[in-house]
């Protein structure tokens, strides 16, 4: 069963408009670390955030913001004043705690494409 | 260097042929990650490294894959009897400790013709 849900394939915007990207989760434990990456054309794979599921404070860092909510499941990603190089695919993606060595057992979501145009 | 480095950065092999696939991960990174990536799919956990132990093989897709880190450090990935299927993008990640982000390599293509 897909535990990471990323509803949105494809999302194109302007340049300088806002652009917020859903994910949906779903797990049964109660620790669990969530994070976003970043894949532009060049392919690799750019850590953006990574939240534990202690933590629902929101995250701002520039342009970019999370918002973390337990209560639906979801850990949202908004790129505010979209730049051209913003253009990627970015995904979501849950780790369970099981043990420690389960941290870097990365479930991701299918992606969503961003498109910025100038 | 600075980053997570895998070689080759592309592979075209025939159906039935073994190959193999290698990860240089940071200097002093411990732990050690594969993952597969379809096209249009989010990457695919395959296996984890700790130190030259493999601590966790439960997404390798069956006994035809195979890897190694014999001194903790470079890893290969080794595909026996390669069929269509396999065709993906091949992904190494290695982070500093237990629970510290992954930093993700370039990736090798694989295409099995």
């Known amino acids: 069963a897909q535990k990471v849900t990323q509803a949105q394939t494809e999302i194109s915007v302007v340049e300088k408009e806002d652009v917020t990207l859903d994910c949906v989760y779903e797990?049964?434990?109660?620790?669990?670390?969530l994070f976003w990456y970043k894949q532009p054309p060049s392919g690799e794979l750019v850590f953006l955030i990574r939240?534990?599921?202690?933590?629902?404070q929101n995250e701002i860092s520039g342009r970019y913001s999370w918002n973390f909510q337990k209560s639906t499941s979801s850990f949202n990603f908004t790129i505010t004043a979209s730049q051209v190089v913003d253009s990627a695919v970015y995904f979501c993606?849950?780790?369970?705690?099981?043990?420690?060595?389960?941290?870097?057992?990365?479930?991701f979501g299918a992606g969503t494409q961003v498109v910025v145009t100038p | 260097g600075a980053g997570v480095s895998q070689t080759p950065s592309n592979k075209v092999t025939e159906k039935g042929k073994y190959v193999e696939l290698r990860c240089d991960p940071i200097?002093?990174?411990?732990?050690l990650y594969w993952y597969r990536q379809s096209l249009g799919q989010g990457p695919e956990f395959l296996i984890y490294?700790?130190?030259?132990?493999?601590?966790?093989d439960s997404g390798l897709p069956n006994d035809r894959f195979f890897a190694v880190r014999p001194e903790g450090s470079v890893s290969t990935l080794k595909i026996q009897r390669t069929e269509r299927g396999d065709s993906a993008v091949y992904l190494c990640?290695?982070?500093?400790?237990?629970?510290?982000?992954?930093?993700f390599g370039n990736g090798t293509r694989l295409t099995v013709t």
């Open positions: 200097s002093g990174h411990t732990a």
């Open positions: 797990t049964r434990d109660t620790t669990y670390y």
């Open positions: 490294f700790q130190g030259t132990g493999a601590a966790d």
């Open positions: 993606a849950l780790s369970e705690s099981g043990t420690t060595d389960s941290w870097g057992k990365l479930q």
């Open positions: 990640a290695s982070s500093l400790f237990k629970g510290s982000p992954l930093h």
């Open positions: 939240r534990n599921s202690f933590d629902e």
